[in-house]
């Protein structure tokens, strides 16, 4: 079976928050969204990926449409889970690519579509954006993250995409992320693409995102030379040492201080 690459079975729902950065960040930006989606609704859960989210609807008594590419893959994470007896009903979509995915449910509407880090891996996030707009009643709601690209870490996976095409190297499809754009230009492609901005918020800050990738970028390339000469290395072990949850909480409260001035980054 392919391997777990984006698991997070294990981790809070992106519908409550999400535990990144040695930080556990918690946001209602979504929760609050939900109350006027009402129980029984049919919502579609795009790239869904480790299921969680699915699993988290159902929880709170959604009926699921779940798509994604590997039928296997899925099983496999629809194991990990004691979905349920509330009535509610889930299903699972799979394709050779995610526009006859969608081509699958066209029949159906959807009051809710939650969209959690699938875009950036789109070479046209437009025009699933379009093909999900159909999807949708007129008065549903659409919940997406996606990452800012003007952040030292997505500066960096556009440097290994770039270097991996110039080398000819090929990475795993889904994996790189195609897009690099700033919170303005993510807006703008949702309202090209027929949807209202209602809400937008940065799920964490400045600081918080630049010191850990200062620690973890080379942190992992070191440990990644050295694992290709055979040599082990705790990366893991000194990332969480150095970006321990104190050190980074306090950073988060520098953060919470500064928003208004590093919002944009």
């Known amino acids: ?70 039928s296997e893959l899925l099983a496999s994470y629809e194991s990990d889970y004691d979905w349920p007896k509330n009535g509610t009903t889930r299903e699972i979509v799979t394709g050779q690519d995610l526009e006859s995915c969608i081509s699958q449910v066209d029949s159906k509407r959807f009051s809710l579509i939650i969209c959690f880090d699938v875009l950036e891996h789109l070479e046209n996030p437009g025009s699933i954006l379009r093909q999900m707009q159909s999807l949708m009643d007129p008065d549903g709601r659409l919940l997406i993250t996606v990452p800012n690209g003007r952040t030292l870490f997505e500066l960096y996976f556009r440097f290994i995409l770039l270097l991996a095409r110039l080398i000819g190297k090929k990475l795993r499809p889904g994996e790189p992320h195609l897009q690099r754009n700033s919170p303005e230009k993510w807006q703008k492609i949702l309202q090209d693409s027929g949807f209202k901005v209602l809400h937008h918020a940065m799920a964490i800050g400045f600081f918080a995102n630049t010191v850990y990738a200062l620690v973890q970028i080379p942190v992992a390339g070191v440990g990644r030379l050295l694992s290709a000469a055979g040599v082990s290395f705790p990366s893991q072990r000194i990332l969480h040492f150095i970006c321990s949850k104190k050190v980074m909480a306090n950073i988060d409260k520098l953060d919470r201080h500064t928003e208004r001035y590093f919002y944009g980054l």
């Open 1 to 70: 079976m392919e391997r777990r690459t984006f698991d997070r079975s294990q981790d809070v729902s992106k519908l409550e928050g999400c535990n990144t950065r040695s930080i556990e960040y918690r946001w209602d930006l979504f929760t609050r969204e939900l109350q006027s989606i009402p129980r029984g609704a049919v919502a579609l859960d795009f790239g869904a990926g480790s299921l969680r989210d699915s699993f988290e609807l159902n929880k709170r008594g959604y009926n699921v449409t779940a798509i994604d590419l590997n």
